[in-house]
């Protein structure tokens, strides 16, 4: 059940999806009914009545994998494993050394509602710690290496009319910068964080989310590097009870930008939702790894990426899994990623990875399309005496405007918007 | 008054198995304000002739001319046929993810002007144009296409037509999928399109249903690539009754 397609398959597929598949088991509907009994009929499937497993081809369960805040449980990687082996570790060397800030990004916060606080935590000091989980090299050096943290609550009954800004901004290219980032949303608060990244660093930043019970939280991401930035950073979230929580990565600019974000729940009733845009030209290297871990039962989730590529070298990889543990009984969950090849010499990688260890639920699905344009679109819209040009501006913006629409945030959607049609005037369009 | 003319039209198709000849000498002639009906078997080469007209990528004219007035066609590219007034209404039209009709019809009609539309007015066009076809005002904010029925799509493709004013539409098999209502809908916007601006239409139909609404001047019987037989309105009952083994038998003999 894994998908993969690159450039070079993607010729072929013009814009036909490949690996559209949603798991079928016998009684279950696309909608989703509620499964009485069920036995597994998947291509990969285990065990007996109410179990139906889809595993992923490679690298095993990601429940296997190593989570720790312990520098030494983390080798150095060779770009072998599984979790390394799309990323380009020469240019990454910088930031997966142990080693320590040489000049600090900078953190700018703004909205001081009353609600919101921020405080500073040291590094064994809760809250921090206890949603993070480092799932890489990567990430647990940056984690041990920022000793004092930042801390950003929003107090429990406190709804924000204004997103929580923190500009952060990187101040000297090629010089290491760690930082960890708390942001904690109180018993039924609702907040918009919206961290704004610029500037230029080699930057490794995690963030954890905690999302109390009832609470509504969005957190956006924005990736607007210089063109010589790398950034590493790992997001964790812990969604509460009959809470939501919304990501949002717009990953723009940078020349190496690797992210993981991760979604588990503390209880029942929860909803997710991570969505993620990348707009990679010449030479850049996005990468968005999301992983939702159905860990307890009736929790939803929702996973949808898409990006666009132009020029000689942009590469983009998308690595989505979704593990829905035995106990997740009642489980909804999607993920898809859509990527649009724009010019020769691009290549995306997409892999969705569906593990599922309960037949009990809702539903579950994945797809993953890459592509050039499709012929069939364009050819409308210029018969409809609109310009070749015009056309493929109209059918990319459609594209991605799903996820900026996404974001909620009226002037950060606009600057999208305009970013985006900075990146399309490159190559052209 | 305007005339399209198409003159010993060729067109192939690449496949797999190499060039393969679908129309195979088409000559046809419309003159402004003329309605001129196409009836022909399943995959004789109707839809190929339409989209050619259109400019369709995968159509290569091996030899043949279309012309529309003193300009050729054949030179120009997709949106330059439309931009000089032509229009297709698809047999299969396309779904476009994420763009807005409002957004679609706009950016269309901006560039067959040459300039946007005022916005008053414009809105107010739109508004009318659907009411009368009978299309949901909601449709104006869903993306081109998507997840509309089959019936939708064919007024929608209508709507177009009435609101980009071409000298000259070709409707490919408009009229299949549209319940009763509809198809009056859906023939009330080609007789004002003709009556208001004197448009030359290409029907291309499997029934004479619609030419009980839309009287064409002319049939072409479209046989294996060409048009085997011509006449006036009186040829399409004589298909109706007897179906087109008199045009096919010949060439199975
Ligand atoms: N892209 C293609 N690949 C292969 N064959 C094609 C392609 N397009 C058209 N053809 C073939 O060309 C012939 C003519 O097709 P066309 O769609 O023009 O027929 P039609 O007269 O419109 O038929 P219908 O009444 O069913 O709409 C058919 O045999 C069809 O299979
Ligand atoms: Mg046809």
């Known amino acids: 059940m894994t998908n993969s397609a690159s450039a070079d398959q993607a010729e072929q597929v013009a814009g036909v999806e490949v690996g559209e598949a949603r798991i079928t088991i016998p009684g279950m509907s696309e909608e989703g009914e509620n499964l009485a009994t069920a036995h597994e009929e998947t291509e990969h499937s285990h065990g007996g009545l109410g179990e139906s497993t889809v595993k992923a081809k490679s690298g095993g369960s990601r429940a296997d994998r190593t989570t720790s805040l312990n520098v030494a449980d983390f080798a150095v990687p060779t770009g072998r494993e599984e979790e390394w082996r799309f990323s380009p570790l020469k240019k990454l060397g910088r930031v997966l050394s142990d080693a320590a800030t040489q000049t600090p990004v900078t953190l700018k916060v703004r909205n001081t509602a009353t609600g919101v606080t921020h405080g500073e935590l040291a590094l064994a000091q809760a809250p921090r710690g206890t949603v993070f989980l480092a799932a890489d090299r990567a990430a647990v050096v940056g984690y041990t290496q920022t000793q004092t943290a930042d801390h950003i609550k929003v107090a429990a009954n406190t709804e924000l009319s204004e997103p929580v800004f923190l500009d952060i901004t990187g101040e000297a290219a090629g010089h290491r910068a760690n930082g960890h980032i708390v942001l904690e949303a109180g018993n039924h608060s609702k907040a918009v964080f919206v961290m704004e990244h610029r500037g230029s660093a080699d930057a490794n930043l995690n963030v954890e989310v905690i999302v109390r019970d009832g609470a509504d939280v969005t957190v956006v991401s924005l990736q607007r590097w210089d063109d010589d930035a790398v950034h590493v950073g790992q997001q964790d979230a812990e969604v509460g009870r009959d809470a939501k929580y919304k990501h949002v990565s717009i990953t723009l600019g940078g020349e190496v930008v690797r992210l993981n974000s991760n979604v588990r729940y503390s209880a029942e009733g929860g909803e997710a939702a991570m969505y993620g845009l990348y707009f990679a030209d010449a030479g850049q290297h996005l990468e968005h790894r999301s992983f939702v871990d159905h860990n307890s039962p009736r929790n939803s989730s929702n996973v949808l990426y898409k990006g666009a590529l132009q020029g000689q070298d942009a590469r983009t990889v998308w690595v989505g899994d979704v593990l829905i543990r035995k106990a997740a009984e009642g489980t909804d969950s999607y993920e898809k990623n859509q990527n649009l090849i724009l010019t020769d010499g691009a290549r995306a990688d997409s892999i969705p990875n569906l593990e599922i260890e309960t037949g009990l639920i809702e539903g579950a699905g994945h797809a993953s399309s890459t592509g050039r344009f499709d012929e069939n679109h364009l050819f409308y819209l210029m018969a409809r005496g609109i310009p070749e040009k015009e056309a493929r501006q109209l059918v990319v913006r459609g594209f991605l405007n799903e996820i900026v629409q996404a974001i909620g945030v009226e002037s950060i959607e606009d600057t999208v918007q305009q970013d985006l049609e900075n990146e399309l005037k490159i190559a052209g369009f | ?253």
């Open chain 2, 1 to 253: 008054m305007s005339t399209l003319a198409i003159k010993d039209l060729h067109v192939s198709i690449e496949t797999e198995q190499g060039s393969k000849e679908i129309l195979k000498g088409v000559t046809l002639t419309i003159k402004s304000g003329e309605i001129h009906a196409i009836m022909g078997p399943n995959g004789s080469g109707k839809s190929t002739l339409a989209s050619t007209i259109a400019g369709h990528p995968r159509y290569k004219v091996t030899s043949g001319t279309i012309t529309l007035d003193d300009e050729d066609v054949l030179e120009m590219s997709v949106d330059e046929r439309a931009r000089a007034g032509l229009f297709l209404a698809m047999q299969y039209p396309v779904e476009v993810p994420g763009v807005t009709m409002t957004n679609f019809l706009r950016t269309a009609k901006t560039a067959i002007d040459g300039e946007a539309p005022k916005l008053r007015t414009w809105a107010k066009d739109v508004r009318g144009a659907m009411e009368k076809l009978k299309i949901d005002a909601d449709f104006a904010n869903r993306n081109v296409n998507e997840g509309f029925s089959g019936g939708e799509k064919k007024r929608v493709e209508i709507l177009q037509m009435e609101l980009f004013k071409p000298k000259f539409a070709v409707l490919d098999e408009t009229d299949s999928g549209l319940d009763i209502d509809a198809l009056r809908v859906v023939s009330d916007g080609v007789n004002r399109a003709h009556s208001e601006n004197d448009m030359g239409t290409l029907l291309i139909t499997h029934y004479t249903r619609i030419l009980n609404y839309i009287t064409p001047q002319f049939v072409h019987v479209f046989v294996d690539g060409r048009v085997a037989e011509q006449g006036g309105p009186e040829l399409a009952d004589e298909l109706e009754a007897n179906g087109y083994d008199r045009f096919l038998a010949p060439a199975q003999a």
